[in-house]
């Protein structure tokens, strides 16, 4: 836990999540219904595209749910 905290790479990836949720839902790459993804693939391409340039050489994996 203490490494997610402290991780300059995590806290920039928390930040990046925080903004993206604060743009309205139809905007917001940072997930939503899976009804309405179709509206959001373009924001959600350059939200993964933003998170990861900001992890740099981090192994990173992406995760459907």
Do not use: W
Not at 23 to 43: F, V
Not at 46 to 60: L, V
């Amino acid at each position: 836990m203490q490494h997610l905290v402290t991780d300059a790479a995590c806290q920039q990836c928390m930040e990046l999540f925080n903004r993206e949720q604060r743009q309205p839902k139809e905007n917001t790459g940072a997930g939503g219904l899976c009804a309405t993804a179709y509206m959001r693939i373009g924001a959600e391409m350059a939200y993964q595209r933003r998170a990861e340039a900001t992890m740099g050489t981090e192994n990173s994996f992406k995760i459907y749910i």
